[in-house]
């Protein structure tokens, strides 16, 4: 069945260093690529996506590349703000509006100033 | 942007009630709605699919008797989560996917959440 993994948390890190957030992977066919990010007692909010092959999603300084040789949807962003502090997760589904959407396990990144 | 509104924000309850949850999208219709659990420091396990005009669909293990989804009209559907015990307690989300004319791709919108406390 379709399944996400995303690394382990929480991270921490400084105030401007890269951030990477691994996420891999397994799915029939070709199927749309997400991340959501989740702020303190808030709901998910989609911060950037992907729908095929080597696309690549942006959205306030976060970049992820949709690799299907990978298998992989990797987060980046070069510098990170203590705003960026939140749980971010990656998830994936088919392009239907009635398919439901599988996410991984969720990331929790707190910025330290 | 597509917007779901979900209400209340924050319920607590007494133990042996019932309590209604309701997710509404407010500029789009949605066929199809998504009801998840998040339990403190995990993620996001899906409860059930609610289609408007059919019973839901319920994933493994959970209680479509306890967990009680009615999807009544295209921007509206509705969780009751019925005789609720502290166990019950938890962030409850919905969410709904537009439909695009050409059945293209589209993104999920999630409620603002339902914080449920079972005293």
């Known amino acids: 069945g379709n399944s996400v993994t995303q690394m382990e948390g929480p991270v921490t890190l400084s105030e401007e260093a890269f951030l990477t957030i691994n996420c891999t992977y397994t799915a029939t066919g070709y199927p749309s690529l997400f991340w959501y990010v989740q702020y303190p007692g808030e709901g998910l909010q989609l911060l950037l996506k992907a729908t095929k092959a080597d696309d690549k999603g942006s959205n306030k300084g976060f970049e992820a590349t949709y690799r299907k040789e990978t298998t992989s949807f990797h987060l980046e962003k070069g510098s990170v703000q203590v705003s960026d502090s939140a749980v971010y997760f990656c998830?994936?589904?088919?392009?239907?509006?009635?398919?439901?959407?599988?996410f991984g396990s969720g990331t929790r990144l707190s910025i330290r100033p | 942007g597509a917007v779901v509104s979900q209400h209340p924000s924050r319920v607590i309850c007494k133990s042996g009630t019932s309590v209604k949850i309701e997710c509404r999208s407010l500029?789009?219709?949605?066929?199809?709605m998504f009801w998840y659990r998040q339990f403190p420091k995990k993620s996001l396990m899906l409860m059930a699919t609610s289609n408007e005009g059919s019973k839901a669909t319920y994933e493994q293990g959970v209680e479509k008797d306890k967990f009680l989804i009615n999807h009544a009209s295209l921007t509206l559907s509705t969780l009751t989560v019925t005789s609720a015990h502290p166990e019950d307690s938890s962030f409850y989300i919905c969410?709904?996917?537009?439909?695009?004319?050409?059945?293209?791709?589209?993104?999920?919108?999630f409620g603002q959440g339902t914080r449920l406390t079972v005293v």
């Open positions: 998830a994936l589904s088919r392009y239907s509006s009635a398919s439901k959407i599988i």
């Open positions: 500029d789009f219709q949605a066929t199809t």
């Open positions: 969410s709904a996917r537009p439909q695009l004319r050409d059945r293209g791709h589209t993104e999920a919108f």
